[in-house]
């Protein structure tokens, strides 16, 4: 997949996944204001829409295509396997900060995949699909931040996804903020502050 890496100088990889119409480009600034020693694989989804890149098609806005969505989240697991070797850096040590449709694919990987990566900030997600078979998602720390003001994400979805993600294990935890669907510098502070006191310790 197309992508940016920027190594760092300690042993967290920033995994960024950008929203409808944005880039690889798009969050680096971010990922360097939560962690400016971090490795950055800053990732662009694969599919286009009128020109704008996503993680994968819909066949109109929220309504997902399942067949794309469950190809693309088995090609960006394979890829961030493959950034393992590539970059020698692992998994357990990732951090997957997905906002708006990269939000969706992050989910979309958390809830088909056991333990895929150390933990994720999903910014203004929904619920990606509906699943019954419960994978393991012990150990896996994950940050939400919604809005109740969101224009494209109904409140009830991101709570769906933090139960949904509670059910199989993860320390799920969820803020609102007062903005809409847009990010803010209220959403860069949040993230900073879970990741000093949950990543750090950890990894
Ligand atoms: C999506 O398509 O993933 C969501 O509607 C969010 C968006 O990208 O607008």
Redesign the pocket.
């Known amino acids: 997949m197309k992508h940016v890496w920027i190594k760092g100088s300690n042993n967290r990889t920033l995994v960024m996944l950008h929203?409808?119409g944005g880039n690889e480009y798009d969050l680096i600034d971010i990922a360097k204001m939560i962690d400016p020693n971090a490795n950055i694989l800053s990732i662009r989804g694969n599919v286009l829409e009128s020109g704008m890149p996503?993680f994968f098609k819909?066949i109109a806005?929220?309504v997902?295509d399942l067949d794309s969505l469950v190809d693309e989240t088995k090609n960006l697991y394979h890829f961030l396997k493959q950034s393992e070797e590539l970059y020698n850096i692992k998994r357990e040590n990732m951090i997957v900060i997905g906002y708006?449709?990269g939000a969706?694919i992050a989910g979309s990987i958390l809830l088909h995949e056991d333990h895929p990566f150390n933990s994720a900030v999903l910014l203004r997600p929904?619920v990606p699909l509906k699943k019954n078979e419960i994978n393991d998602l012990s150990g896996v720390h994950i940050y939400i931040i919604a809005s109740k003001l969101d224009p494209?994400v109904k409140k009830e979805e991101s709570e769906e996804l933090d139960k949904m993600l509670r059910l199989r294990g993860a320390h799920s935890t969820m803020t609102w903020v007062e903005s809409g669907h847009q990010l803010t510098m209220k959403d860069i502070e949040l993230m900073k502050a879970w990741y000093e006191s949950k990543v750090k310790r950890d990894i």
Request: avoid cysteine; hydrophobic fraction near 25%; proline fraction near 8%.
């Open positions: 929203g409808t996503r819909r806005p929220g997902f708006s449709n969706n929904m494209i």
